[in-house]
């Protein structure tokens, strides 16, 4: 561990998922620098603040930037940017980069892996799904509203080095991470959950999971589409365990009137995350000759909600 | 058609669709009596305006009552109010009712027929589907923009005289009225237009006609929807004629910025008529054992859309 306290840290996005993650490590004394855009001022003066259920941790010297030049080479950058900004990491990440710098992305659904590996070569992509609640409830302050499980992995071949390293890193600040020795399987785990309540919450009028749950019909579309997305994972390779769909309702149903990420996103008029959570998963089934209508259904009817121009 | 003059004709439910085509009959002269709700002081002294492409007809003298009492026994009931309302016709319609009066319901989707026939016996039970671009505007003024077709058939066996004598009637009327052999079938007919463009139309989020024709998920969707419908209505029978999907989306081509009238309806904040066209078409397919995946999918979301209980 000492070892990874020299390694220089890059956050690229400093919202929830990059402010709680990044701060963890910071609160262990990571070297973590944070590319920081509309909250920069309030993240210089005040840090970060990471309230815990059980108690608040707070990171007041976080070092915030304005820019990936101001940060320079680094050996490890966690990307929790939206993917609906991916875009602009073509020029975010050429300034972090030198031989080594592995770039982990903890961003949502499917496709982020390969626009990097495209851009910055394979061998360097990693890849964090994030099992969380979290929200970021004010500049620099984001609420951790349980669960918090990690799973890293590598985008090709076995887990390396490095990808127990972060884990053992994330183990000492208190985070439940662990291994995926398939990040590809993680990811498609996580849209099991995702495609369903992300978008249900959406499509079904501003609602959240307790709603989707007490109504039968939402409900029972909650089963197929987990059904869904476990049928065309299969197609692919990664066998996802019998008894997830229940395992899933079971372990949203304590989560009461949560919001889904792309629910708050949804009301807040930021972007959400059409094509990585329900786009892309489309796409890949449909050319598999996966049958994913309900998903398509979805995903068709979340594209024209989220293009703003209702009467 | 003298015959036909002397007939005493009740329209319950003054809205646009009663309004339209009880008023069409009311200007060719025959004894139509209208029971009116919101609008009776309007229409009282106003009487009805129906605003057709072609020109304004004014009935400044149609008859308007608060009760069906007052109305007393009649030869003819058109049923134009929401399929919402229905457990009001239990006691509105008795008072209407002498030995041969025929109750012709004007009403959308499935089940009305057999309500009716349950409540007051099948041989009474008559149905019209109109194939129309309506909305009431204003208290007892009606504007009609376009269509007009109006299928008039028997609940149960062929069509009778009476069947005949009302379609001669609103032709003589100036409505496009025709024999419909198969009420069943012209059921089904109307909901493979009324199922993807009302239901899309609130469930993607409050658009119009053109706008769902414009989007490729959604013009898509609709194609699917049809022929989930076209497939069920097969089920039991109904056979409509192939090239319908191609045939229905080219007609609401010209329809342009068309509000179905179920996103009027859900925009007013009026109830919309959920269980009419979408559950049971929805119930019916899947006792059959029909799969309607996108009908059940697009049910299940508009009965949470329109519970108005979101955030």
């Known amino acids: 561990m000492d070892d990874f306290k020299h390694l220089k840290i890059a956050v690229i996005g400093s919202g929830a998922v990059g402010g709680y993650y990044g701060g963890k490590l910071a609160a262990l004394g990571c070297n973590v620098h944070f590319l920081v855009r509309g909250d920069l001022e309030e993240v210089k003066r005040s840090g970060l603040t990471l309230r815990e259920p059980e108690g608040e941790i707070r990171i007041p010297d976080a070092r915030a930037y304005g820019s990936t030049n101001e940060i320079g080479p680094c050996d490890l950058v966690l990307i929790a940017i939206k993917t609906t900004s991916n875009g602009a990491l073509e020029t975010l990440i050429p300034p972090l980069l030198k031989k080594e710098t592995a770039l982990v992305t903890l961003q949502n659904g499917l496709g982020n892996e390969e626009y990097l590996a495209d851009l910055f070569g394979r061998e360097r992509v990693m890849g964090g799904l994030c099992f969380v609640c979290l929200n970021r409830v004010a500049p620099g302050v984001i609420e951790h509203y349980g669960h918090g499980a990690l799973a890293i992995g590598e985008f090709c071949g076995a887990p390396q080095a490095r990808a127990h390293a972060l884990v053992s890193a994330f183990k000492e ?3 439940d991470a662990r291994i995926a020795e398939s990040l590809a399987l993680e990811r498609w785990r996580k849209l099991v959950w995702n495609v369903p309540f992300n978008g249900l919450a959406i499509a079904a009028g501003n609602i959240t999971v307790d709603v989707i749950l007490a109504d039968d019909g939402l409900r029972s579309l909650t089963r197929h589409l987990m059904e869904e997305i476990i049928g065309a994972a299969a197609k692919f390779g990664h066998h996802l365990p019998s008894g997830l769909v229940e395992q899933q309702i079971e372990r949203t149903l304590p989560m009461g009137a949560y919001k889904p990420s792309s629910l708050i996103d949804f009301m807040s008029g930021r972007a959400v995350e059409v094509e990585a959570i ?22 068709f009817l979340l594209k024209r909600l989220t293009a703003h121009s209702s009467l």
């Open 173 to 175: 600040a208190g985070v």
């Open 278 to 299: 329900w786009g892309e998963p489309w796409r890949r089934a449909k050319a598999a000759g996966v049958s994913v209508d309900r998903l398509e259904m979805l995903y």
